[in-house]
């Protein structure tokens, strides 16, 4: 039963070569390219191809070397025979993971929670947690019908990944060609059966998002910024009070900020608006237009749309999922999806698990702006 297995990679790539072969899915199951900036690393093979272990991506080390690709993304990976370390550093920061105590630090010598994988005998890195330590490189995940494109950037690159995926269609026959070729499979090793059934079609679902202050607010800004998204951060004015220099620091970084008003009726929900509008112009000179007020009446909320506010309302919360993954499973591609966050404990991993779920599902998440959600 499973002599289709052994023969599938020649087959594949004999069908390749003559320009006949298109997976049946949209895209060849369980393989996955790679890309840097501008190009494609043709170079895939059974040995380096990246992988998914724990809900985490790791990329090979060298994707981000510039010793081994001669492309400078600001950030770079070294890796040491003698000591058997990968050191990851932008010139200021850096981490080095050690793969023979599976231990990393940064350059002061201070432990970090983070792991290297070792497959084949070459070094994986986690690549989503490393964009977002050092902040000047994004991973995106974009479907092909050659593969998952997992493509690393900075702001040298010109091309969108839609944009760059339409205009590398060679180079990416060639990549998948060369992995076949090495005798690679996909990362998921199906069991044997009569027939190979096609994998679901993407959600393609449509999300706005709002995050409510918690302790982890400041990383899931940053992981956001990381993935070149942006999002509405939801303060009482209790909150505002206490958090001037994380209030400037979103509102620099672009993202929207609003008010939670906890107000029982209209007109109390209004005297905390203007409060907390007063609060965020002498923080960060901001005016604040957008508000959840989740114990207010259709009235209520009427009162606040005529007085110039655009209300949130939440479709979904993600204390209702087990995982960022599961939420965005969980989204409706009939409608657009308002999803909250709240940004305690354990948030950022999930907000990490939601933004691999959204490239993976080719969803759309959007800027949650007063213009937009009005």
Excluded at 155 to 164: K, P, Q, S, V
Excluded at 225 to 253: P, W
Excluded at 255 to 271: F, P, Q, S, Y
Aim: charge should be negative; glycine fraction near 10%.
């Amino acid at each position: 039963m499973r002599r289709w297995k052994t023969a599938l990679p020649a087959v594949l790539c004999a069908a390749l070569l003559a320009g006949l072969w298109v997976p049946a899915s949209g895209s060849a199951a369980g393989v996955y390219l790679m890309a840097v900036n501008d190009r494609v690393l043709v170079d895939v093979t059974a040995e380096n191809m990246p992988a998914v272990a724990g809900g985490v991506l790791y990329v090979p080390y060298t994707m981000l070397s510039n010793r081994d690709r001669g492309i400078n993304l600001g950030v770079t990976a070294m890796y040491s025979t003698t000591r058997r370390t990968v050191l990851v550093t932008d010139g200021h920061r850096g981490v080095e993971f050690d793969t023979r105590s599976n231990t990393s630090q940064d350059l002061m010598g201070n432990p970090l929670g983070v792991r290297a994988m070792v497959r084949n005998s070459m070094v994986f890195v986690p690549i989503d947690w490393l964009c977002q330590y050092f902040g000047s490189i994004s991973c995106t995940r974009t479907r092909t019908r050659y593969g998952t494109l997992i493509r690393v950037t900075s702001a040298a690159a010109t091309l969108g990944d839609r944009e760059f995926v339409d205009a590398a269609e060679n180079q990416l026959a060639a990549s998948l060609q060369n992995y076949l070729a090495s005798g690679g499979r996909g990362e998921d090793d199906p069991a044997p059966s009569e027939e190979v059934q096609a994998s679901d079609p993407p959600s393609g679902a449509e999300l706005f998002l709002a995050c409510r202050w918690g302790g982890e607010t400041a990383e899931c800004a940053q992981l956001l910024e990381g993935r070149s998204h942006r999002g509405l951060f939801l303060f009482t004015c209790e909150e505002l009070e206490k958090q001037d220099g994380l209030i400037r620091r979103l509102v620099g970084a672009g993202h929207t900020v609003g008010l939670a008003l906890t107000g029982e009726d209209g007109a109390d929900c209004l005297r905390q608006a203007e409060k907390g509008r007063g609060l965020l112009a002498a923080a960060a000179r901001y005016n604040a237009l957008v508000v959840s007020a989740d114990g207010l009446d259709e009235p209520g909320r009427k009162e606040l749309a005529q007085s110039g506010y655009v209300v949130w309302s939440a479709t979904a919360h993600s204390a209702e999922y087990s995982s960022g993954s599961a939420l965005v499973r969980g989204l409706s591609a009939r409608r657009v999806n308002y999803v909250e966050l709240n940004c305690g404990t354990g948030s950022t991993a999930l907000l990490r698990g939601m933004l691999n779920a959204i490239e993976d599902e080719n969803c759309q998440l959007y800027q949650a702006t007063a213009p937009a959600l009005g």
